[in-house]
């Protein structure tokens, strides 16, 4: 007797074949066979008539490193058809630290990972995995070891090179993360500290991440005026530690640039035919999240976050920083000149003193305030001590539409859970892809859509035997009704999770079932397979 069959389901296997009707056998955690009109009982059986059964989607792009242990089911993502997430993306982390580091990685993180306390950062990414490990979950968890977070531990937020001491340290963080099970190694170039890291800096680290066939995931250093360098940069370290890479969020950021991207899609493609190991992913939105600690320059976060704040307290620093606000930079990207401060949007505060200006952009709350969007901003961060999530409205739908559609691109959230305004790619990116690229844009078969959120993210993360449906793979599963999935979270209400899916399957065990959570926990902690 199977534990679990799902009778009847067009079934899209992951493999970008075209869909087949059948039916799929679950027993002890894994796909045991599929097959039309399998007669075996089951404990449990699932009727899936005019429904799609695919693999479980994987959302490589998160930053639900703490999620699980207030939410153990990760409900914005579970809801949306998501299985298994992966962490420590674009620098960002809660490993490793130092004790005199504590304090500045918790003010690093957390405008990205949410509320961060210093008993919630760990000392190594052995003891995060073990944590992770123990935890009962309802979803699968992989992570990558942060960058950010290590050359914290080692530098703080210091702009000048790690020594060899430091660097060896660095060394042995990133051989523990790849021996207890880490998938790669992320690096934020466009934050600080990750700014102030050079190729020659960052060699050491990937190369170790080679070794152990992990993957090097990057947020660009520029994502506009300097692309093509900050693409380069990705390119020689790929062919210089022979690892693989992946860049995060693939865009070009300012209305000076649409239409640009089919050619950086070009120039990586190119790459790829000649050899090089190399792809991207992007979100089905126009608008971006992040930290407001972006919109500096680099060198006011020098000392970090408290660092900055200092330096804003002096009248004629911030007041030049005001004005360097007006002005393109050298080498790094204005963002809020390249977007515009009506499309600078606030996301979450840490306080309750300026809840009224969430939802409102920086040129809404300088109007209101008589004041300069620059005078605005600065104001702002300061009183809100620097942990403010902002959006910002900076991407081409059309480039968009290019960049996903792309052969190398797979699909991911990039969802940061803060506040009660987050941007709705953290409840809707799985739907809203199905939706705007299927069946509404036609720009995607079926098949090719679940390829890029299935098996694509799960070779390229190396996750093992996931992403497809295929006898031996883990019964990671969503059932879902493909004229009716569908994203329901909006900018203006962005906490409404998805609708159209009737089943959400994690190693065999239904967990979520027509929106309705079962109480089950069958998650893991996934290991990097080599």
Request: hydrophobic share 40%; proline share 5%.
């Amino acid at each position: 007797m199977y534990d679990l069959l799902i009778k009847g389901g067009l079934i899209v296997d992951g493999s970008g074949k075209p869909p087949y009707i059948a039916d799929v056998a679950v027993q002890s955690n894994e796909i045991s066979l599929i097959s039309k009109c399998i007669a075996q009982p089951a404990v449990r059986v699932v009727d899936a008539s005019g429904l799609i059964v695919s693999p479980g989607f994987i959302d490589v792009h998160t930053h639900d490193d703490l999620v699980l242990f207030s939410d153990p089911y990760n409900i914005p993502k579970l809801l949306q058809g998501v299985t298994t997430v992966v962490v420590g993306n674009c620098g960002f982390g809660v490993c490793p630290y130092s004790n005199d580091t504590i304090s500045s990685l918790v003010d690093y993180a957390q405008p990205v990972l949410g509320n961060v306390s210093p008993e919630q950062v760990f000392s190594n990414f052995e003891s995060y995995a073990k944590a992770l490990d123990d935890l009962e979950k309802g979803l699968n968890i992989a992570a990558l070891l942060a960058h950010g977070a290590v050359y914290i531990a080692e530098n703080g937020f210091s702009n000048s090179p790690m020594d060899n001491t430091q660097i060896a340290s660095a060394q042995s963080q990133v051989q523990n993360a790849m021996e207890h099970g880490a998938v790669g190694l992320s690096a934020g170039f466009m934050y600080a500290p990750g700014c102030y890291c050079d190729t020659a800096s960052m060699r050491p680290l990937t190369d170790i991440v080679a070794e152990y066939n992990g993957l090097y995931c990057v947020h660009l250093r520029s994502e506009s005026e300097f692309i093509r360098e900050a693409i380069d940069e990705v390119v020689d370290i790929v062919k210089n530690s022979r690892t693989a890479a992946h860049i995060s969020h693939f865009k070009n950021v300012g209305k000076q640039y649409r239409g640009n991207i089919k050619h950086l899609v070009a120039q990586i493609e190119q790459s790829i035919t000649n050899g090089v190991d190399l792809s991207y992913d992007m979100y089905p939105y126009t608008a971006g999240s992040t930290t407001m600690s972006i919109l500096f320059p680099n060198y006011a976060l020098t000392r970090g976050v408290n660092g900055c704040l200092q330096l804003l307290q002096d009248h004629n620093m911030r007041r030049h920083l005001e004005d360097e606000l007006r002005h393109m930079w050298k080498g790094e990207d204005n963002l809020s000149l390249l977007c515009g401060w009506e499309n600078v949007i606030i996301s979450s505060l840490h306080t309750e003193a300026n809840s009224e200006f969430i939802g409102k952009s920086v040129a809404d709350i300088a109007a209101i305030q008589n004041i300069s969007p620059e005078t605005a901003c600065t104001k702002l961060f300061m009183k809100e001590r620097g942990k403010i999530t902002i959006l910002l409205n900076h991407i081409d739908k059309q480039d968009m539409h290019t960049v996903i559609s792309s052969k190398p691109c797979i699909v991911a959230s990039d969802g940061i859970p803060v506040g009660e305004m987050p941007h709705p790619r953290l409840y809707g990116t799985f739907p809203a892809f199905i939706r705007t690229f299927v069946r509404e844009n036609r720009l995607l078969s079926i098949e090719a859509a679940i390829e890029k959120i299935t098996s694509m993210p799960a070779k390229r993360f190396g996750l093992g035997k996931r992403g497809y449906l295929c006898k031996g793979y883990a019964a990671d599963i969503v059932v879902f009704d493909p004229d009716a999935i569908a994203d329901r979270a909006t900018y203006s209400n962005p906490l409404k999770p998805a609708k159209g899916i009737s089943h959400v399957i994690v190693s065999g065990i239904i967990v979520s079932e027509n929106g309705t959570i079962t109480g089950k926990k069958p998650g893991k902690f996934i290991h990097h397979e080599q």
